[in-house]
């Protein structure tokens, strides 16, 4: 089935620990993103890719790292864990970084806590 | 700074018709995109206006003003499932898409 798929689903995570984050597309989208999102805040843009074996920082970078190997993978580590990295973390891709129509496809999200 | 403003929540009755607004101040303008989200689940594409004017799509219009850096989403017929937050995004300059917070439409039967 064509689409993002995201792992885990869930997560309960202790502080201080480091956790990855996988998000895997088979469109092959060029652009990949991870966004986070929190009650009454808009979607944030954490990291993303234009391109495999490019990456860029968004909004909210501190703390996250990504790495684009190859196109269809775009991981997203937090090194260490803080309990305001608690949210839903969503992948998404589109065909074009650079492209005025720039419909992106999400995954189906993560729902982190850090305890 | 980037601006992306839409009310927080929005209630309607079950068939009637909603304008949901959505006001932008952004860095550069490459096209405005609405996105439906059910609760607990991804956003999904709606709408895409880059020139000024309105899009039709069955039930669902947007409309897009630049010069007042303004535009809305037209919902007819309302159904139950329509129930969802609407998300207002503008691609800017550097083509990152901007969000809003969302707009949470509560359909009342």
């Known amino acids: 089935i064509a689409g993002i798929t995201q792992a885990p689903t869930s997560q309960i995570l202790a502080a201080g620990r480091r956790m990855t984050l996988r998000c895997t597309q088979d469109m092959r989208h060029n652009a990949m993103y991870w966004y986070r999102q929190d009650l009454g805040l808009g979607l944030r843009l954490i990291h993303y890719?234009?391109?495999?074996?490019?990456?860029g920082k968004g909004e909210v970078p501190d703390g996250y790292s990504v790495s684009r190997a190859n196109t269809d993978d775009f991981p997203l580590t937090l090194a260490s864990a803080v309990p305001s990295q608690t949210s839903v973390y969503f992948c998404?891709?589109?065909?074009?970084?650079?492209?005025?129509?720039?419909?992106?496809?999400f995954g189906p999200g993560t729902r982190l806590t850090v305890l | 700074g980037q601006n992306i403003d839409q009310p927080t929540e929005m209630t309607a009755t079950e068939g009637a018709i909603v304008q949901i607004n959505c006001t932008y101040q952004?860095?550069?303008?490459?096209?405005l995109f609405w996105y439906q989200q059910h609760a607990g689940e991804a956003p999904t594409f709606l709408s895409y206006n880059v020139l000024d004017g309105l899009e039709e799509k069955g039930r669902f219009s947007s409309f897009l003003s630049r010069s007042k850096g303004y535009s809305y989403l037209l919902l007819k017929e309302l159904q139950m499932k329509d129930s969802a937050s609407y998300l207002c995004?503008?691609?800017?300059?550097?083509?990152?898409?901007?969000w809003g917070a969302g707009t949470k439409l509560i359909i009342k039967p």
């Open positions: 995004a503008v691609l800017d300059s550097n083509y990152q898409l901007i």
């Open positions: 952004t860095s550069g303008f490459n096209g």
């Open positions: 890719s234009n391109t495999a074996g490019t990456t």
């Open positions: 998404a891709s589109s065909d074009g970084g650079t492209s005025s129509y720039n419909e992106q496809f």
